[in-house]
Every structure is written in structure tokens, then in C-alpha cells.
């Protein structure tokens, strides 16, 4: 399957700070990708799509200007989370399509943030 | 009504039983169907998919789909040990994969 990295795997951080998580696509182009949350013996969360040029679309409840995507290649999608807070306290986890029209997803191998 | 609906569990099956992992979803307009494996604290990893109504088997796993009563589900053979884990499935919707909540299987030596 394709290869999706994300760094870095954990983070802990300062309540009021930002953090940036990256997700790279490695042996293909990803034009469109996905950021999903977890929480504790929950299931993903998607959070946003991110498209490569142009602004990301948020689901219903998603802060945008908290949760600031920036998809400016074809291979990096970033997430950050700006002046976070111990709510934000979670499993993120980006995706991606391996290729136009095929629906499957692969994952990235998560960022557990913790905001103390 | 959740878009996609699994049984949490745990669920528990002894080692080589057949383990059945069941899924329904509310939208009668999906057209695909996927089945990820997450163990705790890592991300989810595919392992099957099904666009067609009937079985599809891969090894061990046997996805099956009938569109009619919004069902898919997943069948695991020979259950081993390191087959514990949570399974997720999921389901298309413009465009997105929308994930049920997961079923937890604990496969016993």
C-alpha cells in the first residue's frame, strides 16, 4: 500500500502554545488529504479535508482558525493546532488517497498530542 | 441513527474459532466499503475493502456485503492472538470515509 508519514509521533506541550504536525506522502502524489482525531476508545473523528492549493474544508464543529491546514505541495499537508488547550489532548492522524478515483485511505502513523 | 453502526464488544472467541465482526450504515448511497485493524496507540491499517455485494476472501478474512439491508461485515478464520485488536469499519459518503465506533476482539490462547 502506499506510504503516508507523519511526524512527530507524540508532543507534549504548554497549555497556550501551537503545534505543527506534518504528513508526507512518500511514493505518490496526494492531492487530497485527510486529518482525523481520536479520542480514548473512540473512533476517528474526520477534522478536515486538505487540498493541495487551495483552503481546506472543515467539518461541521472544526475550528478553522484553531486547527490551521496548510496543503502547500503535492506530497505535505500540515496540521496546527494553535494556542492549545488540555481538550485538544488527542490522537491526529492524517490520510491520504493513493490515487484519483480510488477510495482507499492510508494512514499516517499518528501524532498523540498532549497539552498539559 | 449513527451513519455507521458496529457493536463495541469486546468481543472474545478462543484461538482458531471464527470470529464475526458486524457493521451497518444509514446511507444507501455508499458505494464502498472498508474494514481497518487498529491495535492500541497506533494508526488504522486497511485490511479489507468490498464494492460489490457478496463475499470477497483475502486469507484469513472474508468481507461480506449486502447493500440491500445496509450490512457489511467480516469474518476472520483461524483466529490467532495477535489478531486482537480493534476493528473499524467504514463507509463512503461524498467523497469522505465515515468510521463506526469500532469492535474491540480479544482472541484467547
Known amino acids: 500500500g502506499a506510504v503516508v508519514s507523519q511526524h512527530p509521533s507524540w508532543v507534549i506541550c504548554k497549555s497556550g502554545t501551537s503545534v505543527k504536525i506534518e504528513c508526507r506522502s512518500l511514493?505518490?502524489?496526494?492531492?487530497?488529504m485527510f486529518w482525523y482525531r481520536q479520542f480514548p476508545k473512540q473512533s476517528l473523528m474526520l477534522m478536515a479535508t486538505s487540498n493541495e492549493g487551495s483552503k481546506a474544508t472543515y467539518e461541521q464543529g472544526v475550528e478553522k482558525d484553531k486547527f490551521l491546514i496548510n496543503h502547500a505541495s503535492l506530497t505535505l499537508s500540515t496540521l496546527t493546532v494553535t494556542s492549545a488547550h488540555p481538550e485538544d489532548s488527542s490522537f491526529y492522524i492524517c490520510?491520504?488517497?493513493?490515487?484519483?478515483?480510488?477510495?482507499?485511505?492510508?494512514f499516517g502513523s499518528g501524532t498523540q498530542l498532549s497539552v498539559l | 441513527q449513527k451513519e455507521v453502526e458496529q457493536n463495541s464488544g469486546p468481543l472474545s472467541v478462543p484461538e482458531g474459532a471464527i470470529a464475526s465482526l458486524n457493521c451497518t450504515y444509514s446511507?444507501?448511497?455508499?458505494?464502498?466499503f472498508f474494514w481497518y485493524r487498529q491495535y492500541s496507540g497506533k494508526s488504522p491499517e486497511l485490511i479489507m475493502f468490498?464494492?460489490?455485494?457478496g463475499d470477497k476472501e483475502d486469507g484469513r478474512f472474508t468481507a461480506q456485503l449486502n447493500k440491500a439491508s445496509q450490512y457489511v461485515s467480516l469474518l476472520i478464520r483461524d483466529s490467532q492472538p495477535s489478531d486482537s485488536a480493534t476493528y473499524l469499519c467504514?463507509?463512503?459518503?461524498?467523497?469522505?470515509?465515515?468510521f463506526g465506533q469500532g469492535t474491540e476482539l480479544s482472541v484467547k490462547p
Open positions: 446511507d444507501r448511497g455508499s458505494q464502498s
Open positions: 490520510s491520504a488517497k493513493a490515487a484519483a478515483g480510488d477510495e482507499k485511505l492510508f
Open positions: 467504514a463507509v463512503t459518503k461524498g467523497g469522505k470515509l465515515i
Open positions: 468490498i464494492y460489490s455485494n
Open positions: 511514493d505518490f502524489q496526494a492531492t487530497t
